[in-house]
């Protein structure tokens, strides 16, 4: 089989709908270059009939290559099964909802002809999302960008390319809580943005509602940034200086016959914020144990049931 020299790289997640007409576009966009290439097709655990159409795909083509979970692992882990499977110099990572359209994979492609190892798409558009996605869209963002040690682009996805230098630096990276942005731009390289008019879905619907939205959050937090808990010691710090201060005061009123300031209600108060905050921050402190706790596990980050079309590598 022709080594491919570019890989496409697709997690699906009961996409039974849109995967013929993402095939189609990757196709006709693909084809269209002139040069081999690969489209490695993820199956997140999926509950419908989408196995069943990406057989019938490879089937029609055999370019087109299936790792099969056994199970649901997220989105993120099946963009890291499809890059461990992908053999192009250039691998793409894109969703088969058609919201990203594969007709900005060769404006990524010339960029990476010009020497960037990471281009990225960037939207500046999003047709078809609603107030409350957008909203919490942007402020995903700018949370990122104010919390981790990472300068994540703005409005950045994971459509993106990678260079294989990139991919295998990124293969080395095996953490389970990934957040795969992040972590493309941590390894560095040289890298630029391509803007795209991002589309709605074609079908279906959205596979990151909000809860989802906010554990990517958490995990980027937790997996590239320490401010959190230098926080809790600082909040701590605070607390404690304000406890003393009331004290002084109390006993200054007290020394001065005036009627003392604490009371039942002041005491409840005083009592609810500080076993508030503690359990805040012991929230947070838990968070980072328990990504400890994962990795001294050990554990691969997936499980595959079944390889197919891999068998006819030369």
Known sequence: MTQPKFSIVAPAYNEEETLPEFYRHVREVMDGLGEPWELVLVNDGSTDHTLEVMRRLHEQDHRVRIVDF??????????????????????????????DPPEVIPDLIARWREGYHVVYGVRSEREGETWFKLFTARLFYRLISALTDVEIPMEAGDFRLLDRQ???????????????????????????????ARHPRFAGETKYPFRKMFRLALDAITGFSDLPLRLSWICGIILLGLGVLLGLVLLALRLAGSAPLAGQGLMLTAALILSGTQLVFLGIIGEYLARIYDEARDRPLYTVREHIGFDDET
């Open 70 to 99: 056994a199970r649901n692992f997220g989105h993120q882990i099946a963009i890291t099964a499809g890059m461990d499977h992908a053999r192009g110099e250039a691998v793409v990572t894109i969703d088969c909802d058609l919201q």
């Open 166 to 196: 990139v991919v295998e630096d990124l293969r080395r990276m095996r953490e389970r809580r990934r957040f795969i942005r992040a972590m493309t731009s941590w390894v560095g390289y040289r890298q630029i943005g391509v803007p795209y």
